[in-house]
């Protein structure tokens, strides 16, 4: 099956420093990939929805400037946390859409921000 | 937005048992899908139901789709320990830009 890898796996950093997330998708071309943010014990919530070759579309609430994501290419979509505080510490996961329907999940990356 | 609510929230089991968990969402779909996720880990598709279906079934997994009471079953039959998990059931309104919502999951442990 498709196989979507996400790195790094985990990440601890300071407040105030920028943390890039990367999700490539290794045996199929994505089209589009989507970001999410997961709090202990509870649902996924859409970010954004990343888009290659375009610009991203953000969920509502979800800050353009405090996460940027690129997707320059069809199997690499990146999200970066800027000036990372406390509050942004969670887990975040990328997933990427095969056929049309089905979506496979990287494996997730949690961010703690000192 | 929350689209697809489970019930229960948790459901303890013993192993060789059968796990029953449900799911009601609230607008038209095109397809629902259940996931299941490992604590820390992403999540792994589990199957896919179009609106068209009522029934599925992949080895130990069967389920059921009413869409006129806009719910959903995921059944997983003898179940084992290492069925321990988080499953969420998604739906998706399908369109060219279409997404999956998420529900809140359900958290599933099978005793040995």
């Known amino acids: 099956g498709a196989v979507v890898s996400q790195h790094p796996s985990w990440v601890i950093c300071k407040s105030g420093t920028s943390v890039k997330i990367e999700c490539r998708s290794l045996d199929f071309q994505a089209t589009t990939m989507f970001w999410y943010r997961q709090f202990p014990k509870q649902s996924l919530m859409l970010m954004a929805t990343s888009n290659e070759g375009s610009k991203a579309t953000y969920e509502q609430g979800v800050e353009k400037d405090k996460f940027l994501i690129n997707h320059a290419s069809l199997t690499l979509s990146t999200l970066t946390v800027t000036s990372a505080h406390p509050e942004d510490s969670s887990f975040y996961i990328c997933?990427?859409?095969?056929?049309?329907?089905?979506?496979?999940f990287g494996s997730g990356t949690q961010l703690s921000v000192l | 937005s929350q689209q697809g609510e489970e019930d229960p929230q948790a459901l303890s089991i013993q192993e060789g048992e059968n796990a029953t968990m449900n799911c009601s969402y609230k607008t038209s779909i095109n397809n629902l899908q259940w996931y299941r996720q490992n604590s820390g880990r992403g999540l792994v598709h589990l199957i896919l139901i179009r609106s068209n279906e009522r029934e599925k079934h992949s080895g130990r997994l069967r389920v059921t789709l009413d869409t006129s009471k806009k719910s959903s079953s995921l059944l997983i039959t003898a179940s084992r320990a290492a069925d321990t998990a988080s499953y969420f059931c998604?739906?998706?309104?399908?369109?060219?830009?279409?997404?999956?919502?998420f529900g809140k999951g359900i958290t599933l442990s099978v005793r040995p």
């Open positions: 997933s990427a859409r095969y056929l049309w329907e089905k979506l496979f």
């Open positions: 998604a739906t998706d309104e399908g369109g060219a830009n279409s997404k999956l919502t």
